[in-house]
């Protein structure tokens, strides 16, 4: 690719990274990460650069920062890590760039520095192809650079260390839970599978995040306690030694009090409800070996299982075991192609189509949203054009409208019409439009699991 430099005056410029620059992107994150200005870097953070940057992950390397550089001085003053996604939209896979972490130094905010890292990654994305953009930000920020909370990010049930029921006395285990090795990978990868395709609420998951074998190799042999990435791997097993599932566990504790449970699933035929029990103690055994980053002191007093909206697990645990549920909070997507990205799900719309009332479908759907717009037209239950729209200054054409961004909402089915018209009172929709755009867009959860 093209080396992109541009120059922002006053002795800054925007570009891309190179392998030189590491330690001063490792200094700017150091320094703003900090919980008060009088704290030292912080070196979770350090860590997390270096090893982004190191050549050896998976998703980003040492050319993948954009960043803003004071050339009178020579610091790096403002950067966006950028690294490669792969998700899925009902099994159809699209790759977006994801925006982790971002930062610029307090001296140098409000001169849109944040947004020329943005400028650069999103030209850098539309040139790889990808139809999004993603990150887990910081509330309101991102909405300026065309990003929406578009797909659920977490979602909890948190459950007592103290509530977890104690084996009978002389009692076996018949669950036990092993530290995963690279021979587990492929069972490791066929249970990840069935977590991401499990049914919520009747439908299947909608939005997922795929990913390979070598990236699953990694999450065993390359994250790293100092840099908090990841999970860590546990195979579920019976007293024979035959494994029936896996737990992934947070790879650090951020708070001493709690440990993340990220990810649960058994094999076919085998009762969580029996599974639970066990594993909660085994977990429970486990957390005071959890590192806290930063170090600080404390005892671990909860599970926290951060596995979405719903889970078969949470179901399992029972309602007498939950202490305390967080609803999600969310992605940031950003589709700089809205009219691009339905024809790559095409597919997947006509299906809905052809399964609902409305099967057989010939018209069209104009929807306005405000700073432009999309055509749908429909030939007897197929797509046969989707195509960016303006809605004229005079005339009655506009079948629904949505205010710029909302209708990724709608897109990724977090929000169904119905409340996105009782939340907004400039979404609308005339009868059959409303009809042909509940079809088409059901609400569905997503669960997307961050590959860092």
Same mark, same amino acid.
């Given at each position: 690719?093209?080396?992109?430099?541009?120059?922002?005056?006053?002795?800054?410029?925007?570009?891309?990274?190179?392998?030189?620059?590491?330690?001063?992107?490792?200094?700017?994150?150091?320094?703003?990460?900090?919980?008060?200005?009088?704290? $030292?870097?912080?070196?979770?953070?350090?860590?997390?650069?270096?090893?982004?940057?190191?050549?050896?992950? $998976?998703?980003?390397?040492?050319?993948?920062?954009?960043?803003?550089?004071?050339?009178?001085?020579?610091?790096?003053?403002?950067?966006?890590?950028?690294?490669?996604?792969?998700?899925?939209?009902?099994?159809?896979?699209?790759?977006?760039?994801?925006?982790?972490?971002?930062?610029?130094?307090? #001296?140098?905010?409000?001169?849109?520095?944040?947004?020329?890292?943005?400028?650069?990654?999103?030209?850098?994305?539309?040139?790889?192809?990808?139809?999004?953009?993603?990150?887990?930000?910081?509330?309101?920020?991102?909405?300026?650079?065309?990003?929406?909370?578009?797909?659920?990010?977490?979602?909890?049930?948190?459950?007592?260390?103290?509530?977890i029921p104690e084996a009978k006395e002389g009692q076996a285990e018949p669950f036990m839970v092993r530290d995963a090795?690279? @021979?587990?990978?492929?069972?490791?990868?066929?249970?990840?599978?069935?977590?991401?395709?499990?049914?919520?609420?009747?439908?299947?998951?909608?939005?997922?995040?795929?990913?390979?074998?070598?990236?699953?190799?990694?999450?065993?042999?390359?994250?790293?306690?100092?840099?908090?990435?990841?999970?860590?791997?546990?195979?579920?097993?019976?007293?024979?030694?035959?494994? *029936?599932?896996?737990?992934?566990?947070?790879?650090?504790?951020?708070?001493?009090?709690?440990?993340? *449970?990220?990810?649960?699933?058994?094999?076919?035929?085998?009762?969580?409800?029996?599974?639970?029990?066990?594993?909660?103690?085994?977990?429970?055994?486990?957390? $005071?070996?959890?590192?806290?980053?930063?170090?600080?002191?404390?005892?671990?007093?909860?599970?926290?299982?951060?596995?979405?909206?719903?889970?078969?697990?949470?179901?399992?645990?029972?309602?007498?075991?939950?202490?305390?549920?967080?609803?999600?909070?969310?992605?940031?997507?950003?589709?700089?192609?809205?009219?691009? =990205?339905?024809?790559?799900?095409?597919?997947?719309?006509?299906?809905?189509?052809?399964?609902?009332?409305?099967?057989?479908?010939?018209?069209?759907?104009?929807?306005?949203?405000?700073?432009?717009?999309?055509?749908?037209?429909?030939?007897?239950?197929?797509?046969?054009?989707?195509?960016?729209?303006?809605?004229?200054?005079?005339?009655?054409?506009?079948?629904?409208?949505?205010? $710029?961004?909302?209708?990724?909402?709608?897109? =990724?089915?977090?929000?169904?019409?119905? #409340?996105?018209?009782?939340?907004?009172?400039?979404?609308?929709?005339? @009868?059959?439009p409303a009809m042909l755009l509940n079809s088409l867009f059901p609400k569905q959860q997503s669960w997307?699991?961050?590959?860092?």
């Open positions: 690719m093209a080396t992109t430099i541009k120059d922002l005056g006053n002795g800054l410029i925007a570009r891309w990274s190179t392998a030189a620059d590491q330690e001063r992107i490792a200094v700017l994150f150091g320094h703003v990460f900090r919980r008060t200005a009088d704290d $030292p870097p912080n070196e979770r953070m350090i860590a997390y650069v270096h090893h982004q940057m190191s050549g050896q992950h $998976p998703l980003i390397g040492p050319n993948d920062v954009a960043l803003v550089e004071d050339t009178r001085s020579g610091m790096v003053v403002a950067a966006t890590a950028v690294m490669r996604q792969r998700w899925e939209y009902a099994g159809i896979p699209f790759t977006l760039s994801r925006a982790e972490p971002v930062a610029a130094h307090e #001296e140098y905010r409000n001169r849109g520095l944040v947004r020329a890292t943005f400028d650069l990654m999103h030209a850098r994305s539309a040139e790889q192809g990808d139809l999004a953009q993603c990150i887990t930000g910081i509330p309101y920020f991102y909405r300026q650079f065309g990003y929406e909370f578009a797909v659920d990010l977490g979602g909890s049930r948190a459950v007592m260390l103290a509530a090795t690279l @021979d587990d990978l492929p069972q490791i990868r066929m249970l990840y599978e069935r977590e991401r395709s499990r049914l919520a609420g009747g439908l299947p998951i909608l939005v997922s995040a795929s990913f390979d074998h070598d990236h699953w190799r990694w999450t065993l042999t390359g994250q790293t306690a100092e840099a908090g990435e990841g999970w860590n791997t546990h195979m579920i097993i019976r007293p024979d030694g035959q494994t *029936i599932g896996y737990v992934l566990t947070g790879r650090v504790r951020w708070s001493p009090e709690k440990v993340r *449970i990220l990810g649960m699933m058994v094999e076919p035929g085998v009762p969580l409800t029996a599974v639970m029990p066990p594993v909660l103690r085994a977990l429970r055994a486990m957390a $005071p070996s959890i590192p806290v980053i930063p170090p600080k002191p404390g005892e671990p007093r909860q599970l926290v299982f951060v596995l979405g909206a719903s889970h078969p697990v949470y179901d399992a645990l029972g309602r007498d075991l939950i202490a305390r549920s967080e609803p999600p909070y969310g992605w940031y997507v950003r589709v700089p192609n809205v009219p691009l =990205f339905l024809r790559h799900i095409r597919a997947v719309l006509e299906r809905r189509l052809a399964g609902s009332f409305l099967a057989g479908y010939t018209g069209e759907l104009k929807i306005d949203f405000f700073k432009g717009g999309l055509r749908m037209v429909f030939e007897s239950g197929r797509i046969a054009f989707i195509e960016p729209w303006q809605a004229p200054i005079y005339g009655d054409e506009t079948s629904a409208c949505f205010p $710029p961004l909302v209708f990724l909402q709608l897109l =990724f089915g977090r929000r169904s019409l119905d #409340e996105l018209r009782a939340w907004h009172d400039d979404v609308w929709a005339d @009868d059959e997307v699991l961050p590959l860092d």
